[in-house]
């Protein structure tokens, strides 16, 4: 059984990339959290990209643990806001990780904003990083509109406001398989799939 670390502690990205790769079929991996291996320090996310930040993650992990590991950084970029939050959408309001004071924030800033022109994508660069081998590095896009009511309670971060192309319902009340197939995290995950399938020999 090979492990590999996912570089993060949030126990519903280790849950999606587990139920991803049970879909798959892959197995001969045993996939860790940051939780499940000694402590080392983490360089802060100063990259002005997401694939950066996520190399960066990968990098710092593969090197302190000696295990294959995966980082990734994930965000939204409203078109209306050129773009932002952008890599700083965890810390949009000042505070890191206060999702609700992040979102007050964006529906303030798009308060002037036509319907028609709410529209967002959420984006996610996953990397993997073998000791002493390859580096990948790919990405996932998920587009649609933001609405200015929270709905559901089955996502975290933006997930409320967001409703994906095609959908009438938020990211935030989709149920988490029929999210994996079409997030941004999925699309990125799966774009890893053929390098964590090698590994899985």
Same mark, same amino acid.
């Given at each position: 059984m090979t492990r590999v670390l996912l570089a993060s502690r949030n126990a519903k990205k280790l849950g999606e990339l587990r139920r991803i790769l049970?879909?798959?079929?892959?197995?001969?991996?045993?996939?860790v959290g940051l939780a499940d291996v000694e402590e080392f320090p983490e360089a802060p996310e100063t990259a002005p990209?997401?694939?950066?930040? &996520? !190399?960066?993650k990968a990098r710092d992990a593969a090197?302190?643990?000696?295990?294959?590991?995966? *980082? @990734? %950084?994930?965000?939204?970029?409203?078109? &209306? !806001?050129?773009?932002?939050?952008?890599?700083l959408s965890a810390r949009w309001s000042g505070?890191? *990780? @206060? %999702?609700?004071?992040?979102?007050?924030?964006? !529906?303030?800033?798009?308060?002037?904003?036509?319907?028609?022109?709410?529209?967002?994508?959420?984006?996610?660069?996953?990397?993997?990083?073998?000791?002493?081998?390859?580096?990948?590095?790919?990405?996932?896009?998920?587009?649609?509109?933001?609405?200015?009511?929270?709905r559901g309670?089955?996502?975290?971060?933006?997930?409320?406001?967001?409703?994906?192309?095609?959908?009438?319902?938020?990211?935030a009340e989709l149920e988490p398989a029929e999210k994996d197939a079409v997030s941004h995290r999925g699309r990125a995950l799966q774009a890893l799939l053929p390098h964590l399938r090698k590994l899985a020999g």
């Open positions: 049970a879909a798959e079929g892959i197995e001969g991996l045993e996939i990209d997401f694939e950066g930040n &996520a !190399l960066a090197a302190a643990t000696g295990l294959p590991s995966i *980082g @990734d %950084d994930s965000g939204i970029a409203v078109d &209306a !806001l050129n773009g932002m939050p952008g890599v505070r890191h *990780g @206060d %999702d609700d004071a992040n979102l007050d924030l964006v !529906l303030a800033q798009l308060s002037d904003t036509p319907d028609e022109r709410m529209g967002a994508g959420f984006v996610c660069s996953a990397a993997l990083v073998v000791p002493g081998g390859e580096e990948t590095v790919v990405r996932g896009e998920w587009r649609g509109t933001l609405v200015r009511e929270r309670t089955n996502g975290f971060g933006y997930d409320p406001i967001f409703v994906p192309e095609g959908e009438t319902r938020s990211s």
